[in-house]
């Protein structure tokens, strides 16, 4: 990781992941050891094992708070102040997942069993549910740092609008799934409500809660935006040609499922075979994940797609530069988008 990126994430992270421990009864004052409800919780943020005790799991690459927490320092704010809301933000983005990978049918999350395929479909939606309600009161936490009272409701009320927008963006996703055609415009408007609008948001109340005017506080937000945006299309890429070892989610499932990502989209304008593959058959198994990945390889369906990031990315940056952000802040916030487009991970 880059210098100034990697200095800040160094001081972010064990703030934020305290303060997600007090919200969600995982530190020394409130653990309640092997608690079979908070346990689940803490299973999925990475902190119990299957078992629920105790344990070092792969938390996630925790972008968001640490997206947060950078941009309320570029924008000129403490972050110490904006720890809640990056918190909140990091549970609210878990919760998300929960429910993804029941929706998703996804045996594998951060290299580990999901929660569903733990402990059954009914306690993994209430285990999300826990975790949307939490995400509100880490929240509110923000009034506990000085933070003004009008500043905070203003917080809360983007929050809840994102978390309405993420939930369209995971239903259009799933419609997609039984639709032949989807096109790239119908595409673009799914990945901005079930990604981008929270990577957003990170950008949005780190500016905020740094008290930037209202002209700043949206160049912000655009450029988390269409960091999302960039993000978004990367993932599509490597759940199709990532490494499963290192990506930590099954690399076949966004086929089997017909999931219409970018890639796939781009190639079933272009193939006659694809086509055909993804409407008639019910088949899922390797050799039809073999065949799918071959055509889209034929198409140029990956370097279209790649060129798409690039081009997020590129706009998010003139959205960063238009913020006059403050150093070291601005120099980190260009590092991670750097690092986010260029990921493997
Ligand atoms: C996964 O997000 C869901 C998407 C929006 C692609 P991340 O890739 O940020 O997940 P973690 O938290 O690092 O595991
Ligand atoms: C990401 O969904 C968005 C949310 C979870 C809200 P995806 O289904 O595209 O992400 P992965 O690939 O499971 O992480
Ligand atoms: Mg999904
Ligand atoms: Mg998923």
């Not at 809640?84 to 951060?110: K, Q, W």
């Not at 140029?300 to 797609?305: D, L, M, Q, V």
């Amino acid at each position: 990781m880059a210098d100034e990126l990697s200095t800040f994430s160094a001081a972010f992270l064990p703030a934020v992941e305290s303060e997600m421990r007090a919200v969600l009864r995982a530190d020394g004052a409130t653990a309640v050891p092997a608690d079979p409800f908070y346990g689940m919780i803490h299973y999925h943020m990475g902190w119990a094992d299957e078992g629920l005790q105790p344990a070092g799991g792969d938390s996630g690459k925790r972008i968001r708070p640490i997206l947060c927490l950078l941009a309320c320092a570029a924008a000129g704010g403490d972050w110490r102040q904006a720890v809640p809301a990056a918190a909140a933000i990091e549970i609210l983005h878990n919760f998300s997942l929960v429910h993804d990978d029941i929706e998703d049918d996804s045996p594998t999350r951060r290299g580990r069993r999901t929660v569903w395929t733990l402990w059954g479909q009914p306690q993994a939606i209430n285990t999300g549910d826990a975790m949307f309600a939490l995400a509100h009161l880490a929240l509110g936490r923000l009034a506990d740092r000085g933070v003004p009272p009008d500043t905070v409701v203003r917080a809360l009320r983007r929050f809840d609008e994102t978390s309405v927008a993420l939930t369209r963006g995971q239903h259009a996703d799933m419609t997609f799934e039984t639709r032949a055609a989807v096109n790239v415009e119908e595409y673009v408007a799914m990945i901005t409500g079930k990604t981008a609008v929270l990577v957003a948001l990170c950008a949005e109340l780190g500016a905020l809660v740094a008290g930037a005017d209202d002209a700043q506080v949206d160049h912000f937000a655009a450029f988390g935006l269409n960091l999302g945006l960039a993000f978004q299309v990367q993932d599509d890429i490597l759940g199709i040609w990532g490494d499963e070892g290192v990506t930590g989610k099954s690399a076949a499932t966004d086929i089997t499922t017909r999931k219409k990502t970018l890639p796939v989209l781009y190639a079933l304008e272009r193939n006659e075979e694809l086509r055909a593959l993804y409407e008639a058959s019910t088949q899922d198994d390797g050799m039809f994940v073999r065949r799918v990945v071959t055509l889209l390889d034929e198409t140029g369906a990956r370097p279209y797609a790649v060129e798409r990031a690039t081009d997020y990315s590129d706009e998010a940056l003139a959205h960063l530069a238009a913020a006059r952000p403050v150093q070291p802040g601005a120099t980190a916030l260009q590092q991670l988008t750097d690092m986010l487009l260029r990921r493997d991970f």
